[in-house]
């Protein structure tokens, strides 16, 4: 059944404020925040012509501020990603972008206590499953009210505001599996009926699957539980890396054809009948069948696990991503997520996967704000029911 957003994707085109405004999206592995501070006058003489309770108000922003820009990273994985930071007159302020892992959020709330950042009792909408998980902890600890909003809405809103927003958010990969690959930036129009519809596939923990048909309407038609953090797991489990980039940073140096059984291994060569290459997965892990347990990680490198692990994942959200586009005759997938933070090897996959699967009748999008979109569909919600 299909969703309505309702229309408030331009709320700070309409809106004049001196408030700050904060989106959370807190997910089963990440938790994104977007905060907007709006510009303010630090000068002495506009504090004194204010009302004490402005004056408050005002003194914790510039504290806020404070601690936001004196680093890039806070407590053990806190991260501030100073590459989407957007400081614009039209929006009368900066919008910062925050993430940190969902299992520190007990050291979040009490980094939050501790600085002070939070000045009064206040209300923040938030979205994921963690603001039904972390109410509580919220309420108790730092007197915060989570208003709860549909993680979908929310993600299809962020996604709206950045396409119109944002230069440069949008693009596709022309020749990814060569050394000349090219980013390829495109401007859509997302109030042009002509872009719809369109399939999004959000990559986080696990995968949620959407049909858009109108800039405000759209259905889950499909998911997988097989994500982000199965590719964290499977990495920690073969090769005791404790973070994604870790994991990352380890599959980069990594031959999966070391642990995955290739077409060639059972044919010989390509299977020329049904047009598959040679070097493409017929089995992921398939030649771990042909080991011990022993045997294998006595003799495999921890690289080469990473690498099959990252492409298993991203072969499954290829081939379901594809599969839902033709089922429902849609020529543009929408790759989003956190799962493609400094993950160029995934998204050059599934830019090769999805053209060659579909003899060039499908085309992969991405866009720059990756796992953003959801905190950032959020923070536009707290503005519109202010």
Not at 216 to 237: D, H, K, M, P, V
Request: glycine share 8%; aromatic share 12%; hydrophobic share 40%.
């Amino acid at each position: 059944m299909s969703q309505i957003i309702p229309e408030k994707v331009g709320f700070f085109r309409q809106l004049v404020t001196r408030t700050t405004g904060t989106g959370l999206d807190i997910g089963g592995t990440l938790a994104k925040i977007v905060y907007y501070e709006p510009y303010l006058s630090t000068t002495e003489t506009d504090i004194e012509i204010i009302d004490q309770t402005k004056k408050t108000e005002f003194e914790h922003m510039q504290r806020l501020h404070k601690f936001i820009n004196s680093s890039t990273t806070y407590g053990i994985t806190g991260f501030r990603d100073k590459k989407f930071e957007y400081h614009s007159t039209e929006l009368g302020g900066t919008l910062y972008f925050i993430k940190f892992q969902t299992g520190m959020m007990s050291d979040f709330l009490q980094l939050v206590k501790e600085n002070k950042l939070v000045s009064r009792a206040a209300q923040i909408c938030a979205t994921g499953g963690g603001a039904l998980k972390f109410e509580t902890d919220f309420l108790e600890q730092l007197h915060i009210e989570l208003r709860k909003q549909d993680e979908l809405e929310c993600l299809l809103r962020g996604i709206n505001f950045s396409l119109q927003t944002f230069k440069n958010e949008c693009f596709y990969l022309k020749d990814p599996m060569t050394e000349s690959m090219q980013k390829i930036y495109i401007e859509l129009d997302i109030q042009s009926s002509s872009i719809y519809p369109f399939i999004v596939c959000n990559i986080g923990s696990g995968v949620s699957i959407l049909k858009v048909t109108s800039e405000n309407t759209f259905a889950r038609i499909g998911g997988s539980s097989i994500g982000g953090s199965t590719f964290l797991g499977l990495a920690r489990t073969f090769t005791g890396c404790e973070t994604f980039n870790e994991a990352l940073e380890l599959a980069s140096q990594g031959d999966h054809s070391q642990v995955d059984m290739l077409v060639k291994d059972i044919y010989g060569k390509s299977y020329d009948l049904f047009n598959l290459p040679g070097d493409i997965v017929a089995s992921s892990f398939g030649k771990l069948v042909r080991k011990s347990s022993t045997e294998a990680f006595e003799t495999i490198e921890k690289q080469h696990f990473a690498k099959s692990a990252l492409l298993t994942v991203t072969n499954n959200i290829g081939s379901i991503a594809h599969l839902h586009a033709r089922l429902e005759g849609v020529d543009k997938v929408f790759f989003v997520g956190s799962f493609f933070a400094n993950n160029i090897f995934s998204m050059k996959n599934l830019a090769y996967a999805t053209d060659f699967w579909s003899k060039g009748s499908i085309k992969a999008v991405f866009l720059e704000h990756e796992g953003y979109f959801g905190a950032l569909g959020a923070l536009i919600q707290s503005f519109a029911i202010v």
